[in-house]
């Protein structure tokens, strides 16, 4: 690069970074979207607005391996039997979406005069929705994991593999290329078998790569090694005419399987955050907002238009999941927007004479101003949704249409409704049901529910944050209620609901965050378990537990930390007593337990000949065999499978003791 050209990229980037860092600064003061901040970034900024950026291809460019890096991070955080669970909103609800809205675009363009070959051109670009915009959205309100946003993702995944056989059929509808069907099915099933060996290949080299790598302990080439992996992968899959972001989110997913997922992430992430604004600007910029502004009433009828009718559409292929209202309403506004491939395909469909001139540019802006109004669509959604439900409420009986068949399972009394059915929700069940006590459980996902039948499980389908639902589980005559689902806003409501039906229920709850805490327990909840605390929790319990600090030490700071009601990880001081107890006991030493296993080298070896005393420091207390203790036991006692050894001493004496005893320390 000349130097002129160096300090003119360099300016520019400047200018870009400077005006989102700025804008951003007021969406902030505004309670503004992050995502809208930039997409006006990009407006105001662009060639049609200030024009101070005009080298858009460039930042194009830049915005690419954004919406890559996310798609590799979304799929790190996912694994491949959790994409096994999505095969059916993959290929039912990805196809009802697809399938209905290009037949319902085509119809309305082809009523209103445009060519059949036009109007399907136009309904392949209006079917695809943001992969980029709705799984930033999701993954920054850690909605990815619930029912909503599984079902969108499934969608969405259909959706990129639809971008190959709309792209090859673009120049066929043109009347630029021909092809005959065979033809097209050969050129994408050729692709797809092409794809499946790349992925194939990748999931046996990639574990091989990353432990070679890690153990270098270079943490430059870790980096390196994380996006070579995403972009290898990216570049593969779009050579043979899928998009990079379906390759980014399949090399995550690979990485995923490794023990390394959670260091790329880490490594991954600021890269991420980066590009993926770029890209945002970028969709800004391509809006030419002066022809958009001489056709406004157009633009934003357009634009209307498009979301409803989008809305509609996912609404209705996500009911044919079997999937409630509330998980419907909120997967239909989310997925409501144009997409980004929608760009793409527009661009190929520009260069073969499909759309030109001024209906380009109504039809970008209008998908420009889906994309801004869907930050405000995901975050109503909620809100949206409980208003259905409340207006429904009085005309869905009880057992109506989101309950299990009426006397699917006997009227439970002093029970535990189990709300959720992961991992939680199953190892919960499994111990209610070995220490014999009544449980019925709650889950939305159709596919568990039914493998969950077939296993005898008291299960029904429905949702929680309903009257008949909570109703049809016996609440007015359960014991407990335990939510262990991870749509936080369905939480509250149902937290609430729950409380309101039956005041003298207990409810706990399980939250991700500490900050989420208090407003649960102020909804009814009557106890919440927070994972971020309870990992903090056996961090510190297993450190004491290292250093050999008394268990009732440890018992008592783990309940005054849960009796403080986690206030205590929020402060920068502690204040009591108990922590007191733990730092003298760390450094006055303590007393130890070690369990003579079968096969130790140290069984049928007396005391005497141990001298632990002298070899380590640390003294046995007592023998302890079966039910008898021997305190000060006899040099000459001989230790046998089965003996415990009480031991005294500092924290190394113990841990030199302990390494002897295990055969660890010599002869």
Not at 75 to 102: D, K, P, Y
Not at 158 to 187: E, K, N, Y
Not at 317 to 340: D, K, W
Not at 643 to 660: K, R, Y
Request: proline share 4%.
């Amino acid at each position: 690069m000349a130097p002129v050209e160096l300090e003119h990229f360099l300016a520019q980037t400047v200018i870009l970074l400077g005006s989102a860092v700025a804008v951003l600064l007021v969406a902030s003061r505004l309670r503004l979207p992050p995502l809208v901040a930039l997409l006006v970034t990009g407006m105001l900024i662009g060639p049609s607005g200030l024009g101070w950026v005009s080298d858009v291809e460039q930042v194009e460019v830049f915005a690419e391996i954004g919406v890559v890096l996310l798609l590799f991070a979304i799929g790190l955080e996912l694994s491949l039997a959790q994409l096994r669970e999505l095969r059916r909103s993959f290929f039912l609800g990805g196809g009802v979406q697809a399938g209905l809205t290009i037949a319902l675009v085509a119809a309305g363009a082809f009523a209103f005069g445009i060519g059949p070959n036009r109007a399907a051109f136009l309904g392949f670009a209006i079917a695809l929705s943001s992969t980029a915009i709705v799984l930033k959205l999701y993954d920054d309100r850690r909605e990815i994991e619930a029912p909503h946003g599984r079902a969108s993702l499934g969608i969405l995944l259909f959706q990129d593999f639809l971008i190959v056989p709309m792209i090859v059929l673009t120049p066929v509808l043109a009347g630029t290329a021909a092809a005959s069907p065979g033809q097209l099915v050969l050129r994408f099933g050729g692709a797809l078998a092409g794809v499946a060996a790349v992925v194939g290949s990748a999931r046996y080299l990639v574990p091989k790569l990353f432990d070679r790598i890690a153990g270098t302990r270079v943490r430059e080439t870790f980096v390196l090694a994380s996006l070579l992996a995403c972009l290898a992968l990216a570049w593969l899959t779009h050579s043979l005419g899928f998009s990079l972001a379906l390759g980014a989110f399949l090399a995550g997913l690979i990485v995923s399987e490794t023990e390394y997922s959670h260091q790329v992430v880490a490594d991954v992430a600021p890269f991420r955050e980066l590009f993926a604004s770029l890209f945002f600007i970028s969709i800004g910029m391509l809006v030419d907002l002066r022809i958009a502004a001489v056709h406004l009433p157009a633009v934003l009828g357009l634009a209307a238009t498009v979301v409803v009718g989008k809305a509609l559409v996912t609404g209705t292929a996500v009911a044919a999941l079997g999937l409630p209202s509330r998980t419907r309403i909120l997967t239909a506004l989310g997925l409501a927007q144009v997409g980004e491939f929608s760009f793409v395909l527009m661009e190929v469909g520009r260069r073969n004479g499909l759309l030109v001139g001024e209906p380009y540019q109504i039809l970008l802006s209008a998908a420009v101003l889906t994309m801004l109004a869907t930050p405000l669509l995901v975050a109503g959604a909620p809100a949206v949704a409980d208003a259905w439900n409340r207006s429904r409420s009085k005309a869905v009986p009880p057992g109506g249409e989101e309950t299990a068949a009426p006397g699917a399972l006997a009227r439970p009394r002093d029970h535990v409704i189990v709300v959720g059915f992961g991992v939680s929700g199953r190892l919960l069940a499994r111990v209610l049901k070995e220490a014999h006590i009544r449980y019925v459980v709650l889950e939305l996902n159709s596919a568990t529910v039914r493998q969950a039948r077939r296993d005898g499980e008291p299960i029904l389908f429905g949702d929680a944050s309903r009257r008949e639902i909570l109703h049809a589980a016996g609440l007015e005559a359960a014991r407990m209620v335990v939510f262990v689902i991870s749509d936080l806003r369905a939480l509250a409501r149902s937290v609430h609901l729950a409380r309101g039906l039956n005041p003298a229920v207990e409810i706990l709850v399980r939250t991700r965050r500490i900050h989420e805490i208090e407003a649960l327990r102020a909804l009814g909840a009557d106890d919440v378990v927070a994972e971020e605390f309870e990992t903090a929790i056996e961090i510190f319990t297993r450190v004491l537990e290292r250093y050999h600090v008394p268990r009732n030490v440890v018992r008592a700071q783990t309940r005054l930390l849960r009796g403080e009601g986690y206030r205590m990880l929020r402060s920068r001081t502690f204040d009591s007593g108990v922590s007191e107890a733990v730092l003298d006991a760390l450094e006055a030493g303590t007393t130890d337990i070690f369990r003579i296993e079968p096969g130790s080298p140290v069984a049928g070896r007396s005391l005497r000949e141990l001298d632990l005393r002298r070899r380590t420091g640390a003294t046995v207390l007592a023998v302890v065999r079966g039910e008898r203790s021997t305190p000060n036991p006899a040099a000459d006692t001989a230790l046998e499978t089965g003996d415990d050894l009480v031991l005294v001493g500092s924290h190394q004496e113990i841990d030199q003791a302990f390494d002897l005893l295990a055969g660890r320390g010599g002869d």
